[in-house]
């Protein structure tokens, strides 16, 4: 069909674009690098500390303090906060070009008195633009010419096409002419006059609801939230405390009197308070897990290749964590479960013997079936590439069957057409006389309609025999049924079609086809695996109740009866108590709208579940925004991937398990950190307390603590990104979502490894023979030897957590256990022990350091290994009287 048009002028668009705006639809708003930066710099305890740094070079200035002082501080808190900030903001770019690339559709439109191909977001009202057969509509409209059948399941989740009809009512216009943005042709052309674009059709208005919508926190912000709390409190607490002993070892011990201190000038008393403020802030900044944001960020960064390998798209940091944690997953069923496509799945001749492909049936009977169907058909069919042949006019049951035929569709046949009769919902059959290499009858239809007509049917031969026993053949249809299947059959006569085009007689039987939404190989095992997991899995579909039911039992959802089924009428007749009560057993949900989504995600959230949905339609949007994790998919609306958290990019139900295992892999990397960082902190703090009342005024320079706060929060966070995601992950229950974030086991470790690594350090700090090691033969008390010791000190400290990184990353005794896995791991930790040595050897006096010798370096290595054996002591403890959480977890699963 040819459409003339003159569409609108270069001119005329302008003006229609000024007046009416583009078609764009808002997207979510990103940070600049600079704006994350400065966000980064607005933290109350970063401000803080850049004021003291500010008033410790004002000091040095006046000669009060050394100025490498504060220079090495505003260095260490500048890199760390750099590193944080480009870690977010090259994940969130990388996502905003995928979508970017995504969205630059071209649309074939009329302008300038000629047919021309533009940019999607460059449409205007006005506009005249050709639909053609899997064509997107990009706006909402009119059909002013010719007819199509759109499918609207992607706005309203019906998934049979509607036919549109043109009309040139532009006021009073009949739905059936309204075409509307993000719907689908399926066949037919047309032209379409449009009437709004962007933000004010129904796509862009919901759009725009969903970007304005209210973040909700995520299972692990919440728990973030509390343990963060704590932590301030902790080191605020922990801070004050140690401003105070830091100013009283200067106040009561090192001077002779109180009177004598405060007589010495201001300046000393000033840089001796700010000092004490700056050491209480870093305090605050070691205590404070504010490096996990950034060690997510890394996780993610590391994995986003293996994520992308099997087709996981994270949009938003945190969603992948939340999968991890997934209690109960509202899944479709079409294109997620299933292949999302009619298709041939059996074929059953009348012996009842049934073949799965063209292939496998014997070659006579094969060709006959060919035959058939090439030329039993209304559609037109272009097979000049015939791994894809185009089917124009097909409905997606011929589509089915003439995929089925394959390359055999590109075979030619020297016949005529002779008569036909086209097939109608009353006759239910279609018939095709032809004649020359073959004179004959080809029918197709309903196999109850045919089979009170055939008197033969085909043997695996190809030769007729009697049909006179259909019961065994009608077992065979019955349970075919049974699984969902939709039943076509064909026949061959050579009697000729009549005028009244009644059903031809005389029938002989080639087969009959079952047909159904092919279910994905993977699927059955894939919904083994997320029930293993403790998921509850609820399948979600528009499909009839017993269509459901067989789809449910194929997969495994349903077994030996148990799992109930529903359909949306029967969901609505239940209260919301009732329906919350039946939920752990509710399996599926059948001829389902958009309202009971959302309903489903509302009542599994009030029962405290860690929700996941997943939606391809902009009808979908709602209840995949409202859940703890939603899912799109890739095939779905732009709106619907706007919404989701993850984008399962092969729209495949065992990539979701996947996004599942890698979330608990995440979550057990972030536990790991933290056992890692709340052991090092609350040492630091320990040691950083007593140590004045002791005589060492501070152990540990602000530089130095910095350093090891980078260790803490970098390079940490780098070494334990890379953890493997092992399968044992997916037999444990999921973390409820009161669960806290730190495990009794967790809090054995910090406490224990904490308490033991402060005792150990004040030990080295006060244990004569330990000094003499480092004295070189000098007096203890010399300003060198002391020097040496200190470094040594420092040193160790920083070594000891560095190694303990390894306790930390297995709950076993096997600390080797999967160390290949994680390729960085021992290659950061190489990095610290030879950045420690460097900037041991070469940090003068900006770090407080001096060079040690190799003896010197294998008594502090020797020492900053205890922390392992203690840990591994621990464990035997907890092993022997608590059971191994590992074992415990995976039994319990």
Same mark, same amino acid.
């Given at each position: 069909?040819?459409?003339?048009?003159?569409?609108?002028?270069?001119?005329?668009?302008?003006?229609?674009?000024?007046?009416?705006?583009?078609?764009?639809?808002?997207?979510?708003?990103?940070?600049?690098?600079?704006?994350?930066?400065?966000?980064?710099?607005?933290?109350?305890?970063?401000?803080?500390?850049?004021?003291?740094?500010?008033?410790?070079?004002?000091?040095?200035?006046?000669?009060?303090?050394?100025?490498?002082?504060?220079?090495?501080?505003?260095?260490?808190?500048?890199?760390?906060?750099?590193?944080?900030?480009?870690?977010?903001?090259?994940?969130?770019?990388?996502?905003?070009?995928?979508?970017?690339?995504?969205?630059?559709?071209?649309?074939?439109?009329?302008?300038?008195?000629?047919?021309?191909?533009?940019?999607?977001?460059?449409?205007?009202?006005?506009? #005249?633009?050709?639909?053609?057969?899997?064509?997107?509509?990009?706006?909402?409209?009119?059909?002013?010419?010719?007819?199509?059948?759109?499918?609207?399941?992607?706005?309203?989740?019906?998934?049979?096409?509607?036919?549109?009809?043109?009309?040139?009512?532009?006021?009073?216009?009949?739905?059936?002419?309204?075409?509307?943005?993000?719907?689908?042709?399926?066949?037919?052309? /047309?032209?379409?006059?449009?009437?709004?674009?962007?933000?004010?059709?129904?796509?862009?208005?919901?759009?725009?609801?969903?970007?304005?919508?209210?973040?909700?926190?995520?299972?692990?912000?919440?728990?973030?939230?509390?343990?963060?709390?704590?932590?301030?409190?902790? /080191?605020?607490?922990?801070?004050?405390?140690?401003?105070?002993?830091?100013?009283?070892? #200067?106040?009561?011990?090192?001077?002779?009197?109180?009177?004598?201190?405060?007589?010495?000038?201001?300046?000393?008393?000033?840089? #001796?308070?700010?000092?004490?403020?700056?050491?209480?802030?870093?305090?605050?900044?070691?205590?404070?897990?504010?490096?996990?944001?950034? *060690?997510?960020?890394?996780?993610?960064?590391?994995? *986003?290749?293996?994520?992308?390998?099997?087709?996981?798209?994270?949009?938003?940091?945190?969603?992948?964590?939340?999968?991890?944690?997934?209690?109960?997953?509202?899944?479709?069923?079409?294109?997620?479960?299933?292949?999302?496509? =009619?298709?041939?799945?059996?074929?059953?001749?009348?012996?009842?013997?049934?073949?799965?492909? =063209?292939?496998?049936?014997?070659?006579?009977?094969?060709?006959?079936?060919?035959?058939?169907?090439?030329?039993?058909?209304?559609?037109?069919?272009?097979?000049?590439?015939?791994?894809?042949?185009?089917?124009?006019?097909?409905?997606?049951?011929?589509?089915?069957?003439?995929?089925?035929?394959?390359?055999?569709?590109?075979?030619?046949?020297?016949?005529? @057409?002779?008569?036909?009769?086209?097939?109608?919902?009353?006759?239910?059959?279609?018939?095709?006389?032809?004649?020359?290499?073959?004179?004959?009858?080809?029918?197709?239809?309903?196999?109850?309609?045919?089979?009170?007509?055939?008197?033969?049917?085909?043997?695996?031969?190809?030769?007729?025999?009697?049909?006179?026993?259909?019961?065994?053949?009608?077992?065979?249809?019955?349970?075919?049924?049974?699984?969902?299947?939709?039943?076509?059959?064909?026949?061959?006569?050579?009697?000729?079609?009549?005028?009244?085009?009644?059903?031809?007689?005389?029938?002989?039987?080639?087969?009959?086809?079952?047909?159904?939404?092919?279910?994905?190989?993977?699927?059955?095992?894939?919904?083994?695996?997320?029930?293993?997991?403790?998921? #509850?899995?609820?399948? @979600?579909?528009?499909?009839?109740?017993?269509?459901?039911?067989?789809?449910?039992?194929?997969?495994?959802?349903?077994?030996?009866?148990?799992?109930?089924?529903?359909?949306?009428?029967?969901?609505?007749?239940?209260?919301?108590?009732?329906?919350?009560? @039946?939920?752990?057993?509710?399996?599926?949900?059948?001829?389902?709208?958009?309202?009971?989504?959302?309903?489903?995600?509302?009542?599994?959230?009030?029962?405290?579940?860690?929700?996941?949905?997943?939606?391809?339609?902009?009808?979908?949007?709602?209840?995949?925004?409202?859940?703890?994790?939603?899912?799109?998919?890739?095939?779905?609306?732009?709106?619907?991937?706007?919404?989701?958290?993850?984008?399962?990019?092969?729209?495949?139900?065992?990539?979701?398990?996947?996004?599942?295992?890698?979330?608990?892999?995440?979550?057990?990397?972030?536990?790991?950190?933290?056992?890692?960082?709340?052991?090092?902190?609350?040492?630091?703090?320990?040691?950083?307390?007593?140590?004045?009342?002791?005589?060492?005024?501070?152990?540990?320079? *602000?530089?130095?603590?910095?350093?090891?706060?980078?260790? *803490?929060?970098?390079?940490?966070?780098?070494?334990?990104?890379?953890?493997?995601? =092992?399968?044992?992950?997916?037999?444990?229950?999921?973390?409820?979502?009161?669960?806290?974030?730190?495990?009794?086991?967790?809090?054995?470790?910090?406490?224990?490894?904490?308490?033991?690594?402060?005792?150990?350090?004040?030990?080295?700090?006060?244990?004569?023979?330990?000094?003499?090691?480092?004295?070189?033969?000098?007096?203890?008390?010399?300003?060198?030897?002391?020097?040496?010791?200190?470094?040594?000190?420092?040193?160790?400290?920083?070594?000891?957590?560095?190694?303990?990184?390894?306790?930390?990353?297995?709950?076993?005794?096997?600390?080797?256990?999967?160390?290949?896995?994680?390729?960085?791991?021992?290659?950061?930790?190489?990095?610290?022990?030879?950045?420690?040595?460097?900037?041991?050897?070469?940090?003068?006096?900006?770090?407080?350091?001096?060079?040690?010798?190799?003896?010197?370096?294998?008594?502090?290595?020797?020492?900053?290994? =205890?922390?392992?054996?203690?840990?591994?002591?621990?464990?035997?403890?907890?092993?022997?009287?608590?059971?191994?959480?590992?074992?415990?977890?995976?039994?319990?699963?």
């Amino acid at each position: 069909m040819k459409f003339i048009f003159d569409g609108l002028t270069d001119q005329e668009a302008e003006e229609s674009r000024a007046t009416n705006g583009s078609n764009a639809v808002a997207a979510q708003e990103t940070e600049s690098f600079l704006d994350k930066l400065l966000d980064n710099f607005k933290d109350p305890i970063i401000l803080i500390l850049v004021v003291a740094l500010g008033i410790t070079l004002l000091l040095a200035v006046m000669g009060y303090a050394h100025w490498y002082e504060g220079l090495g501080i505003a260095l260490a808190v500048l890199l760390a906060t750099l590193i944080a900030t480009w870690s977010e903001h090259s994940n969130e770019s990388a996502f905003q070009r995928l979508l970017e690339e995504a969205s630059m559709i071209q649309v074939k439109v009329f302008r300038n008195k000629s047919l021309v191909e533009i940019s999607i977001n460059d449409l205007v009202v006005g506009d #005249h633009i050709l639909l053609q057969p899997g064509d997107t509509i990009p706006t909402d409209g009119i059909l002013i010419a010719g007819h199509l059948e759109a499918n609207e399941a992607s706005l309203t989740g019906e998934s049979e096409p509607i036919k549109k009809r043109s009309s040139t009512d532009e006021i009073n216009t009949p739905e059936e002419s309204r075409l509307f943005r993000a719907a689908l042709v399926e066949d037919g052309e /047309g032209v379409l006059k449009t009437t709004a674009v962007g933000e004010k059709t129904r796509y862009g208005e919901t759009m725009t609801e969903i970007l304005t919508a209210e973040e909700r926190l995520s299972p692990l912000q919440s728990k973030l939230e509390v343990l963060g709390k704590h932590i301030s409190l902790f /080191g605020y607490i922990g801070s004050v405390f140690i401003f105070v002993a830091f100013m009283a070892n #200067h106040i009561f011990l090192q001077s002779s009197s109180v009177a004598a201190y405060f007589a010495q000038p201001i300046g000393e008393i000033i840089h #001796h308070a700010v000092t004490a403020l700056i050491l209480s802030i870093i305090v605050i900044v070691m205590a404070v897990p504010e490096g996990l944001p950034m *060690m997510i960020a890394m996780v993610l960064a590391l994995n *986003m290749r293996k994520l992308l390998s099997v087709k996981v798209l994270v949009r938003k940091l945190l969603g992948i964590e939340t999968a991890g944690s997934l209690t109960v997953l509202f899944s479709d069923k079409t294109g997620t479960l299933t292949q999302g496509q =009619l298709a041939v799945e059996t074929f059953v001749i009348g012996s009842g013997q049934q073949f799965e492909n =063209l292939g496998a049936i014997p070659s006579k009977v094969q060709d006959l079936v060919a035959f058939s169907l090439r030329n039993n058909t209304s559609a037109v069919l272009d097979t000049t590439d015939p791994e894809n042949p185009k089917m124009v006019g097909a409905d997606r049951t011929e589509q089915a069957l003439l995929r089925f035929v394959g390359r055999a569709l590109a075979d030619k046949d020297t016949i005529d @057409i002779v008569d036909m009769i086209p097939f109608s919902s009353s006759r239910k059959f279609s018939a095709m006389q032809v004649q020359g290499a073959k004179n004959l009858t080809l029918v197709k239809g309903a196999p109850d309609i045919l089979l009170t007509q055939c008197t033969h049917y085909l043997d695996a031969d190809g030769n007729a025999q009697p049909l006179t026993d259909q019961s065994g053949l009608l077992k065979e249809l019955s349970e075919l049924s049974a699984r969902a299947m939709r039943l076509l059959a064909v026949a061959i006569t050579e009697t000729a079609i009549t005028a009244d085009k009644s059903l031809p007689t005389s029938l002989t039987l080639v087969g009959i086809f079952g047909l159904r939404d092919k279910i994905r190989v993977e699927s059955y095992t894939a919904v083994q695996t997320a029930k293993e997991a403790g998921i #509850h899995v609820v399948m @979600i579909t528009g499909d009839a109740k017993e269509t459901a039911q067989a789809i449910a039992k194929d997969i495994g959802l349903t077994t030996q009866g148990k799992g109930i089924v529903l359909s949306s009428t029967e969901l609505g007749q239940l209260s919301d108590e009732e329906l919350k009560k @039946i939920m752990p057993d509710l399996c599926v949900v059948a001829r389902a709208f958009p309202t009971d989504k959302s309903r489903l995600v509302k009542l599994a959230k009030e029962l405290n579940w860690v929700t996941g949905m997943t939606g391809d339609g902009v009808n979908d949007a709602p209840a995949v925004k409202n859940a703890d994790v939603g899912f799109s998919m890739g095939s779905g609306t732009e709106m619907t991937k706007e919404s989701s958290d993850i984008v399962i990019l092969d729209d495949n139900f065992s990539s979701i398990t996947k996004a599942v295992l890698y979330g608990r892999t995440l979550f057990k990397s972030i536990r790991k950190f933290l056992v890692f960082q709340l052991t090092v902190s609350m040492s630091a703090i320990t040691v950083a307390f007593l140590s004045p009342f002791l005589g060492i005024d501070l152990p540990l320079t *602000m530089t130095q603590l910095l350093w090891i706060n980078i260790i *803490m929060d970098t390079f940490a966070a780098l070494a334990l990104a890379g953890e493997p995601a =092992l399968n044992r992950y997916m037999l444990e229950k999921p973390t409820p979502k009161d669960a806290p974030l730190i495990t009794g086991d967790m809090w054995s470790s910090i406490l224990v490894n904490g308490s033991v690594a402060a005792a150990l350090s004040l030990f080295f700090l006060n244990f004569d023979p330990i000094q003499n090691l480092f004295s070189r033969g000098m007096d203890v008390k010399s300003d060198e030897a002391h020097a040496v010791f200190l470094t040594a000190f420092f040193a160790f400290f920083a070594l000891m957590h560095t190694f303990n990184t390894f306790n930390a990353r297995s709950e076993g005794l096997n600390l080797l256990e999967n160390i290949f896995g994680n390729r960085l791991f021992l290659g950061i930790i190489a990095m610290i022990v030879v950045l420690q040595m460097l900037l041991t050897t070469f940090g003068g006096k900006i770090m407080r350091t001096v060079g040690l010798t190799p003896i010197e370096w294998a008594y502090v290595l020797g020492f900053a290994l =205890l922390l392992i054996p203690v840990d591994l002591i621990r464990k035997a403890i907890r092993n022997q009287f608590f059971g191994n959480p590992v074992l415990v977890r995976s039994q319990d699963a």
